[in-house]
């Protein structure tokens, strides 16, 4: 267990059923729900089950088998929304500058329509 990692953090409380989620899809590693505040018409954050910080954690920490299938969730997210026919952006926020807000390893899927400029 990483001892930085906020077992109270609203992702753990999701997936321990502590508090609900729209789920879109799971599988055995990773789950991906709908984002409570929409940036766009389809916004879905994926997450890996077990307790990871961010990115550099989730990479540097995960087995193989968990990468691969939390990056096999995203795509399967992406072919189940159909976001691929017109296009989409993934985003993972990370740390202070990037203004990850909860402090679990998570993409964020945006689509469904134009998502403008990547940086304002
Ligand atoms: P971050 O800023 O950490 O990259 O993104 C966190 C995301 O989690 C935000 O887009 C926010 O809307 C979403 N979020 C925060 N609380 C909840 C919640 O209780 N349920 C769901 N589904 N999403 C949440």
Redesign the pocket.
């Known amino acids: 267990m990483n001892k930085l990692y906020d077992q109270n953090n609203?992702?753990a409380?999701?997936l321990r059923s502590e508090?609900?989620?729209?789920k879109i899809l799971e599988n055995e590693n990773s789950i991906a729900?709908?984002?409570?505040?929409?940036?766009a018409k389809i916004?879905i954050?994926i997450i890996p089950k077990k307790p990871y910080l961010n990115f550099n954690d989730f990479t540097k920490n995960a087995s193989l088998i968990e990468v691969e299938s939390f990056w096999k969730l995203v795509n399967d997210v992406i072919e189940y929304t159909a976001v691929d026919e017109e296009g989409f952006r993934i985003?993972?926020?990370?740390g202070k500058n990037?203004?990850?807000?909860?402090?679990?390893f998570?993409v964020?899927l945006l689509g469904g329509n134009n998502l403008g400029r990547m940086i304002k």
């Not at 729900?33 to 940036?39: L, R």
């Not at 985003?91 to 990370?94: F, G, K, R, V």
């Not at 990037?98 to 679990?104: I, K, L, S, T, Y």
């Open positions: 609203i992702f409380k999701i508090i609900p989620c729209n729900f709908s984002d409570i505040n929409p940036q916004h954050l985003i993972t926020n990370s990037g203004n990850q807000d909860v402090p679990h998570h964020h």
